[in-house]
């Protein structure tokens, strides 16, 4: 196991060139829907219901000159029933594009704040999940951004790509602060805080100057250029962390047993 990121090409219409050290793939679908041409020869039709992380994968292997036959009518039907959902969720988009947008005169660039789903799609916007180091099993690691937390699916992109890793193939530190992720209430984090401004020094990345907000022994938060970002305790060096004992916070950051 270890993290790599395939190459990939949208060229448009929903259509994208996948190229890894396999072969030459492709795939095309819409929101809800992904029909994909792997290197292999294979074909695989995904269904998802969007915004609630529930998505159903079917895999159909092709040989040549023989028939699956326990898997060659299902495949069918399922490939069938992908293409009309696609096909359907096309039309639903195509006729809400037409649909006239509502403007507003005291609306400007200046005053419009735009999140994109990229960052988090299984929380609120409230903190952003920012670029950090993570571990396989291994110790293999790789820079990337998590994006979304599905049962045991966890994605994570990089500047070019984005893939889903199990999670019982990270390491056991990334493994506590994922889990802990899932159970994390953003709403709760306030922005007050009196703590100053300092340099943090995380592991793997460029220094940075930030507020502390809020920390536990899973998650350290911070408020960095306006914005809340959450990071492991594992992230930062033993001079951060002594900074925990300097304002009386060690035992809140303390591992549990």
């Known amino acids: 196991m270890g993290f790599r990121f395939r190459k990939s090409k949208n060229l448009g219409g929903g259509f994208r060139l996948n190229i890894s050290k396999s072969g030459i793939g492709g795939s095309w679908g819409v929101k809800g829907f992904r029909f994909t041409r792997k290197c292999n020869g294979g074909y695989r039709v995904t269904c998802s219901i969007p915004g609630t992380g ?3 994968t079917k895999d159909i292997k092709v040989k040549n000159n023989t028939t699956e036959e326990n898997n060659g009518c299902q495949g069918c039907a399922l490939l069938l029933f992908g293409i009309l959902f696609g096909v359907i969720m096309t039309i639903l988009t195509l006729k809400d594009s037409e649909q006239p947008r509502p403007s507003s005169s005291i609306t400007s660039p200046t005053n419009t704040t735009k999140h994109s789903t990229s960052i988090v799609e299984y929380k609120t916007l409230n903190i952003v999940h920012p670029f950090r180091v993570w571990k396989d099993k291994n110790g293999q690691k790789v820079k990337a951004q998590l994006v979304q937390i599905a049962g045991e699916n966890v994605t994570l992109r990089n500047e070019n790509e984005r893939k889903t890793f199990k999670l019982k193939n990270f390491s056991q530190k990334d493994q506590r602060f994922l889990l802990a992720l899932q159970n994390f209430d953003d709403t709760s984090v306030s922005r007050d805080s009196h703590f100053e401004i300092r340099t943090w020094n995380p592991w793997g990345l460029p220094k ?17 250029k306006g ?3 959450i990071y ?8 951060d962390l002594k900074y925990f004992r300097k304002i009386g916070w060690h035992d809140r950051i303390k591992l549990k047993k």
Do not use: G, M, V
Not at 208 to 224: G, M, N, T, V
Not at 232 to 239: E, G, I, N, T, V
């Open 227 to 229: 914005k809340l970002e």
């Open 208 to 224: 940075f100057k930030a507020r502390l907000i809020d920390a536990s022994p899973d998650w350290i938060i911070l408020e960095r």
């Open 54 to 56: 529930i998505s159903y």
């Open 232 to 239: 492991s305790r594992s992230d930062f060096s033993a001079l």
